[in-house]
């Protein structure tokens, strides 16, 4: 069983920094197995796909609208991947949740093939 937990989220002013972490717990993980994403689900809206990085770390996929302004990376000796968040704006605002999924990141940029989740960490961006 593969546990995700997030960390980092917080309180910004617009045009600030955070960075997020998702870290993979399990007796047996094979986290280099999976493909890694992350997920935002704003206030009475749908979650919606971020960005994902391949198991190798050597291909990413973000939103349009985030491009430019984060970076995802991992490494798979810390069990761990991270989302550089920066130039944020108010409507970054979100609950950002972590997936794994064993199949490609362009299949988890559509939103399926997700094998685990996160239970999110809250990102608010202040005007």
């Known amino acids: 069983q593969v546990q995700l937990v997030e960390s980092g989220g917080g309180l910004v002013q617009a045009g600030g920094s955070l960075r997020l972490s998702c870290a993979a717990f399990g007796r047996s993980v094979s986290f280099s197995s999976y493909a890694m994403g992350w997920f935002r689900q704003a206030p009475g809206k749908e979650r919606e796909f971020v960005a994902a990085?391949?198991?190798?770390?050597?291909?990413?996929s973000y939103t349009d609208s985030v491009k430019e302004r984060f970076t995802i990376s991992r490494d798979n000796a810390l069990k761990t991947v991270y989302l550089q968040m920066d130039s944020l704006k108010p409507e970054d605002t979100a609950v950002y949740y972590c997936?794994?999924?064993?199949?490609?990141?362009?299949?988890?940029?559509?939103?399926?093939?997700?094998?685990?989740w996160g239970k999110g960490t809250l990102v608010t961006v202040s005007s």
């Open positions: 997936a794994a999924s064993l199949l490609s990141i362009a299949l988890m940029s559509g939103g399926t093939g997700i094998s685990h």
């Open positions: 990085i391949n198991w190798s770390g050597d291909g990413t």
